[in-house]
Every structure is written in C-alpha cells, then in structure tokens.
C-alpha cells in the first residue's frame, strides 16, 4: 500500500454532488448522419439543394423545393467496431443490428403560377438521430497504478481525514445514510469492501497488477419533425419544423482489476458492475431560408437556426462491487440498491443543448449533376443542466470546462449516369467535442470512473439511385471513423514510483458500418 497521497491539482477536489456530468450531456448532443439512403449517400449536404424529406431536420426550407408528393421509408444494418490497445494489450469487440431508420412523407399544396406564393408544402419525417449500440473492452497491466487509489484519493478530497472517521465507516449500520452520506457512495463501497484503508495516517489502495473493462451499450434518439414551408416564386423557400425526440439509452459496464500487496505478490481482486438507465423526452424549433440569389441560376444558398432541445431526464443507476483481496482473507459482495435509499438511484433532471447554426450552398449542372456543402456550428460548452426546480446542477462546471464548440463541414455530390440512375458520395468532418485534459470527477452518487475522451470524426458515404415515373429506390453506404482515449479511472498515487501519476489512456480505434435502403414513391 502507499505511504502518502498528492493531488494533482487544486480544482481536481472539486467534484459534482449529482451523477451528471460533460459525459451524460454530451452523449445526448449533436446527430449522426442518417436518414434516407440519397440523404445519406450525399454526406447530408442537401440543406441548400433541398427536395429530399431528410432535409427538415436541417434546414426545413428545403421542403418548399418539393413540387409533387413524396412517401419514403428506409431500413439497414449497422455494425459498430471498436479496437483498443492499452500497454501493449488489444481487445477488440463488434456488434451488428438492424434498425428501421427513417419514414415520412411530403404533401405538396399548389397555390398557382402567377402568385408569389407558388406552393404551401407539409412534410412529416422521423428518423434515428443516435445510435447507442455499441460493445466496448480494454485493459492491460497497470504497473502499480490502481483504482484503489483513485478512490483513496477522493475520499481524502472530499475530507476524510482521520483513522476514526475511517472506521466509523466501518461500524456504522448504514454508512450510506445520516451523516456518511457527506462522502462518494463508491468510496463507501470501497471501504466496506476491502479496498481501501486508513493505516498511516492516510486512506490508501493497493498495487494495480492488471485489469480489464467491458461495457455494453443500448438504445438510441428518435427524432420525429413535423415541417411546413413556404415557396415565393421559385426563388425564396422559407420553412420551420417543429421536433420531438425520445430517447432512450443503456449502458452495462463491468472493470475488474487483479491486486498485488505491499512485496509485489497476488493479492486477490475486485469487480465493479455499474447499470445505468437514462430516458428522455425533448422538442425544438427548426427555422430555415433558401434563396436563389441569380434568376437565370440553379446556384442556391441556405441558412438554418436550430433552438435548443429542451430535454425532461430521467436516469437511475445501480452498482456491484465483489471483492476478494487476499490480505484480508475475506471475501465481500455489496449492491448499492441493498444500502442506500432508493430515493437517490432515480434522478429528474432538465438539460437544455446548445443553438445550432447552419449555412449552406448548393447547385446543379444542366440537371446531371448536383452538388451540395455546407457548414455546422454548435457549442456543446453552453449546454444546461438543471434539477426541476430550475436550479443548476453541480455538473455545470464541469460541461463549461471540458467540452467546446464543434465545427461540423458537409460535402456532397449527386450524378445521373443515365436518365434513371445516378451516383452518390459525400464526406462529413466532425471537430473534437472533448478538452484533451476532461475527465470523470467522483461524484456523490456517481458510480463510474471511466472516460472516453472522443477525438474528431470523420464519415464517408457512397449511394446508388433508381427513380421510375413513381417508384424509387436508393442504396447508401456510410463509414464512420474516430479515435478516442479511454480511461478506466483518473489520475492516482503509483507506489511502484512513489508519485502521483495520470493513468495512460488506451488508444481506441472507433468505426460504423452502415447499409441503408430506401423505398419511396412520389406522385
């Protein structure tokens, strides 16, 4: 065990009393492209260019380009891979499901042709603008550093400071109720367990030999828009849409780490399982305008103005931990819905994201070819969090901290090899929504150590079109790629080096395969 513990630094003692933090908003943040396949096959850059029912969702103008109805639904496969390497040790994990991705259709209302309101068009579109499936493992050796003593260390940052307290702990009949619930839930499972103790003067962990992370992760955000817009002469579109989402996400988590003692032997182990369950439901404001600033041209332009999303949350969580260290010959199994109130496992909550910007260009060559780009903005850092009451939650500093703007480009292109099928490619580029120095805070009812720090992203797409007199048909590809560093738990004292040391990150390679098809018929 260790002798003496630093801190980093100063502000790594202030930590957030509820379990929401930059990880939860984020993960609620932003969209991933999808929607139908010719959407899709174009990387999403048809907000100028219009005429497809996905626009809606990004700039609702594009709807009034419609002159004839429009029904589509679309449905694919999706697999997600991820590949980690961690000293040396790479685990990789892969899942595929199938998914129904978008449906809706467009009613086009022609007013006539010599008013300057030439149509009044209706469109109603939902799709999957998230996707949480995924499977996830990392682990390796730890060379002396160990969870133990990250959780050693918060104990001490949320001030115990005596051997006394300690093991008040120890004896209380409930030390997650009264007085005791002043310190980490998980640092209380910590000490009732076995991993941590108060010899010296210090509460202390043991030496990390190896571990290993497994999480599973369920669920997704339906977004269901409901658009009107506005064509004035054919060369003035203005739209809005009204959304509505639901959103349901779960994640399963399980990290086990293998213990030496004080002289370098085995000494037992521990598994912590968390279960965390997050619902949702949300509704925003779509505003968009297209022009077509040159008469005799097809060249377009766009801008779009998302309102925040204002989300009602609802998560609970639950946790494991299962230890058998063998210094002290004794074998432990805790659930913290066994202990602890389950007043404090359910949690109502608000979070607010950020406005959305969006400007846009598109045009056509002699009706072969269409070309559409486009850019995003949005500050993840201005993202809310409030209680129901309207107060902000402990959380909020760490969203201001640790997450930032990002930047989001579109390109794409559309060309008719022959009067009924055409070909597809787009490109999207996602700036990183993380600081390079966030990480996971302790929180008082928090759980979860672990963070995954997202770097940018970068999304390849690739489509086939048939459109008949009524029937059509599109096929899309899409190829999501991005790296992130994960980390089991912060920073904590090595006794292997006598410091205090940042855990190495595992470098993660992240993909997605998708295959989407959609049917539509317009008319």
């Given at each position: ?227 009107v817009a506005f064509n004035i002469e054919d060369r003035f579109y203005i739209g809005a849409t009204l959304g509505v989402y639901d959103l349901k996400y779960n994640r399963f988590s399980s990290y086990t780490e293998y ?39 097809p060249f377009r332009i766009g801008l779009a103005v998302h309102t925040p999303t204002w989300y009602d949350m609802t998560e609970n969580y639950n946790a494991t931990l299962n230890s058998d260290i063998t210094y002290w ?195």
């Open positions: 065990m260790k002798k003496n513990l630093l801190m980093v630094c100063g502000w790594l003692v202030i930590a957030s009393a509820t379990a929401q933090n930059a990880y939860d908003a984020e993960r609620v943040l932003g969209s991933e492209l999808n929607g139908t396949a010719r959407f899709v096959g174009m990387g999403g850059a048809m907000s100028a260019l219009g005429g497809d029912i996905s626009v809606i969702g990004t700039n609702p103008a594009g709807l009034g380009i419609y002159r004839s109805n429009d029904v589509a639904i679309s449905f694919g496969f999706n697999n997600t891979a991820t590949e980690s390497s961690f000293n040396g040790t790479n685990m990789n994990e892969s899942r595929t499901r199938a998914s129904l991705d978008q449906v809706g259709f467009v009613y086009t209302n022609k007013i006539g042709n010599n008013t300057s309101l030439r149509f009044v068009n209706f469109g109603f579109n939902y799709h999957k603008s998230k996707n949480f499936n995924r499977l996830f493992s990392a682990g390796g050796a730890l060379d002396g550093m160990s969870q133990t003593n990250y959780l050693a260390d918060e104990l001490e940052a949320w001030g115990m400071n005596s051997a006394s307290e300690f093991d008040a702990v120890l004896d209380a009949q409930n030390p997650y109720s009264g007085y005791w619930n002043k310190y980490p839930v998980l640092g209380i499972m910590g000490i009732t367990t076995g991993l941590v103790d108060y010899p010296n003067d210090a509460v202390i962990g043991w030496n990390g030999h190896s571990n290993n992370f497994f999480s599973r992760e369920t669920g997704g955000i339906n977004e269901y828009d409901f658009s213990l030496n003692d004080d002289e370098g032997y085995e000494n037992g182990g521990y598994t912590l399982d968390n279960y965390y369950g997050l619902e949702g439901t949300g509704v925003d404001f779509k505003l968009g305008v297209i022009a077509r600033p040159f008469e005799e041209s010959g004794e074998t432990y199994s805790q659930t913290l819905s066994d202990e602890l109130n389950p007043d404090y496992l359910i949690y109502d909550y608000r979070l607010t994201t950020p406005w959305k910007f969006n400007v846009s260009m598109g045009t056509t060559l002699q009706n072969l070819v269409a070309i559409g780009a486009e850019y995003e903005y949005q500050d993840y850092s201005s993202t809310q969090l409030e209680d129901m009451d309207g107060y902000e939650l402990g959380g909020q500093a760490d969203v201001k901290e640790f997450l930032k703007g990002v930047h989001t480009l579109r390109v794409g292109m559309e060309a008719r090899m022959a009067p009924q099928f055409s070909i597809r490619a787009g490109y999207n580029y996602s700036t990183a929504a993380f600081q390079d120095y966030a990480y996971n805070p302790l929180s008082l009812y928090g759980t979860s150590t672990d963070f995954n720090n997202i770097q940018s992203k970068n999304t390849f797409t690739f489509g086939l079109g048939y459109r008949g007199s009524v029937i059509y048909a599109d096929l899309a590809y899409k190829y999501d790629m991005y790296k992130s560093d994960f980390c089991a738990f912060d920073s904590n004292y090595n006794f292997s080096t006598g410091e205090t040391d940042l855990l190495p990150a595992a470098q993660v390679d992240n993909s997605r395969h998708q295959l989407l098809l959609t049917l539509g018929a317009r008319f």
